[in-house]
């Protein structure tokens, strides 16, 4: 089990992206009720292609790497856990971090922005798809650490299949 930094709200990324707190709040809050609820808040080891196949809206049975267990937000910080899973990018996860790697963690969303200054400000119509681990994190401190034992409201292994089935379903 991995705990860090998911997001931040209202501050801007080493991208020049700035998400607005309340646009931030709202999907955090949206795919928490859809997602973390249900035990189907499932990611990728490193963002998809956005003009590949699968698309950068819809999750690769073959990329999965993960799953968040539980977030919260501390101030405009949002921390949690997150579970590396018995699949093959999962096992590649797992390879990165016993090398000594460190992983961050980054949101994946669509949506629109403008620029001023330099700094693009996502639009109101930002919708968050997933937490993806990545390399290197746009968000500041956004790094990933295992963590010793586990956690107290852990469920049975998931089905990877069935929960990407139900995550399409839900999306």
Not at 47 to 76: K, M, Q, T
Not at 108 to 137: C, N
């Amino acid at each position: 089990m991995n705990t860090g930094v998911l997001a931040r709200a209202g501050a801007c990324n080493l991208n020049s992206h700035l998400y607005d707190k309340d646009v931030v709040y709202r999907e955090c809050s949206d795919y928490f009720d859809t997602h973390v609820r249900f035990n189907q808040a499932l990611g990728e080891f490193e963002h998809p292609d956005p003009e590949g196949l699968g698309g950068f809206r819809a999750l690769n049975i073959d990329h999965i790497s993960h799953h968040v267990i539980d977030y919260w937000w501390r101030g405009n910080i949002l921390v949690g856990y997150v579970e590396i899973l018995p699949t093959p990018k999962g096992f590649q996860l797992r390879d990165q971090y016993l090398a000594g790697y460190l992983l961050g963690m980054s949101t994946r969303g669509l949506g629109s922005f403008q620029e001023k200054g330099g700094i693009r400000y996502v639009g109101a119509d930002y919708k968050l798809i997933t937490f993806d681990f990545v390399r290197a994190p746009a968000t500041e401190g956004a790094y990933m650490r295992p963590v010793q034992g586990t956690f107290p409201q852990m469920r049975k292994p998931i089905d990877v299949h069935q929960q990407l089935r139900l995550f399409t379903k839900y999306s």
